[in-house]
């Protein structure tokens, strides 16, 4: 079907559906202190996205998607302790066999979040303490993150601590041990049938970590440590990643800048089966940004972007060097994810330019936000592969392609925001190859969100 039939039915079924939606949050609400708001707080989103794609670089076909997210939390607010719960109902419909359906789309009627904390006082400072089951945004969300974009969300079960000496603002001591959550069902005939499945927590795999932040410079230690549990194969990955994150606000006429790093090493294993080889782990990844903050009414920015992240040297020696990234996101550096998803945080180089903006400018007492971005992409090995653009590692080509993305987010009333974007990708020489395809491939998305 011509993608722009496919792209104006989805567009209907969106303006028809308007009065039903709902906006998600742009991150979990804080718990706060009690400053006399209500201390009973009910909120949440309801968003519904319609996503084509034409000529896909996995495998030259068309493809589309129309995923539904149901979001709603109900938290108490007391002096010192605060609770919660959070409901997640995320669906998807109209994929056929090669639609790169999973967990990341799916997620039917399951409890996201329930905590309990308390918050108070400790050596004149200000401690907050969470446990249950968690959704968290650490840093600058890139190795943990609560989604945005994707359709269902990385939640956790454990405990989670922050501590704002009284003498530092800002500036904060974050400390947390979890274990992941298992989205269940996990089978492919299950999921595009949007069936229920209860989640667990993988009690045999444990994140942990310690982050320090100043006014200047973020420092972070996480160990990662998994182990095969019943009917969930692992790699045993033994991952330790130390960083680092420094950003400088760019005001008016100035430049500003982003800049992080990590070096990641321990042990993995090269595959699931209990005979694969344990393989010494070394890795690292670069962020680097220079924003230009123009002077104007659009409140328009300019960002020169690079990023890195190692991939596989050999699969003949006993290293394993390809960056894991974790439970991050990664739609804020590389494009949408859904069906298109194209890169990841591994294996690649990628120089960029982004411009965007964000103006009252056109609707009176509302903020229309739009970017347009550009990325070129190589592998940064070739003798590793990019599984999430479907190029394999015997594929000798360095030079992935070119992307393009496109964005634009508009309130439509009060509680009911819209949102249209696209990607488009002309294949390098490397997607040619895996392929067999040269026709760029392009994607489109629509999308409404209510908040209530």
């Not at 015997?394 to 509680?415: I, Y």
Request: neutral net charge.
């Amino acid at each position: 079907m011509d993608l722009r039939i496919r792209t104006a039915k989805g567009l209907l079924l969106l303006v028809a559906s308007t009065p039903l939606l709902a906006q998600e949050r742009e991150a979990e609400p804080a718990s706060g202190h009690n400053d006399g708001s209500p201390r009973i707080r009910f909120d949440g989103s309801y968003r519904l996205r319609y996503e084509s794609l034409n000529n896909s670089f996995r495998h030259g076909n068309d493809d589309q998607l129309a995923v539904s997210r149901l979001l709603a939390h109900l938290r108490y607010t007391g002096d010192h302790w605060f609770a919660g719960g959070e409901l997640q109902d995320s669906r998807a419909w109209k994929g056929d066999r090669e639609t790169p359906l999973g967990t990341d789309d799916i997620n039917v009627l399951t409890p996201l979040q329930y905590y309990l904390g308390w918050r108070g006082t400790w050596r004149s400072g200000d401690l907050e303490v969470k446990a249950g089951r968690l959704t968290a945004d650490l840093g600058s969300r890139r190795l943990l993150a609560r989604n945005r974009f994707r359709n269902t969300l990385n939640n956790f079960e454990g405990v989670g601590i922050q501590w704002q000496p009284a003498h530092e603002h800002p500036g904060y001591w974050q400390a947390f041990w979890y274990n992941p959550i298992q989205r269940n069902p996990v089978d492919r005939p299950a999921l595009a049938e949007n069936d229920y499945g209860v989640d667990r927590a993988l009690r045999g795999t444990r994140i942990w970590g310690l982050y320090r932040e100043t006014e200047a410079l973020v420092l972070y230690a996480l160990r990662l440590d998994e182990s095969d549990q019943p009917n969930v194969a692992t790699r045993d990955r033994e991952l330790t990643t130390l960083g680092f994150f420094s950003r400088k606000a760019a005001i008016p006429d100035t430049w500003g800048y982003e800049l992080e790093a990590a070096w990641q090493f321990g042990y993995s294993r090269s595959g699931t089966s209990p005979d694969a080889s344990r393989l010494l782990h070394r890795a690292g990844f670069a962020h680097g940004e220079w924003r230009y903050q123009f002077n104007d009414a659009l409140r328009s920015q300019l960002r020169l972007q690079l990023d890195y992240a190692s991939g596989d040297r050999s699969e003949a020696d006993d290293e394993n060097n390809r960056f894991d990234t974790l439970y991050g996101a990664r739609r804020f550096d590389f494009g949408p994810t859904g069906i298109w998803g194209a890169f990841a945080r591994t294996n690649i180089v990628s120089p960029g330019v982004r411009w965007q903006f964000q103006s009252g400018h056109w609707i009176p007492e509302a903020t229309v936000q739009g970017l347009v971005g550009y990325r070129a992409i190589w592998r940064a090995s070739t003798a590793d592969g990019q599984s999430t653009a479907g190029i394999s590692a015997d594929n000798g080509a360095r030079f992935v392609g070119h992307q393009w993305e496109v964005r634009l987010q508009a309130p439509l009333t009060e509680s009911v925001e819209s949102e249209i974007g696209g990607a488009y990708l002309a294949r390098g020489a490397a997607l040619k190859d895996a392929s067999g395809e040269t026709v760029p491939a392009t994607y489109l998305y629509c999308q409404v969100t209510l908040k209530f």
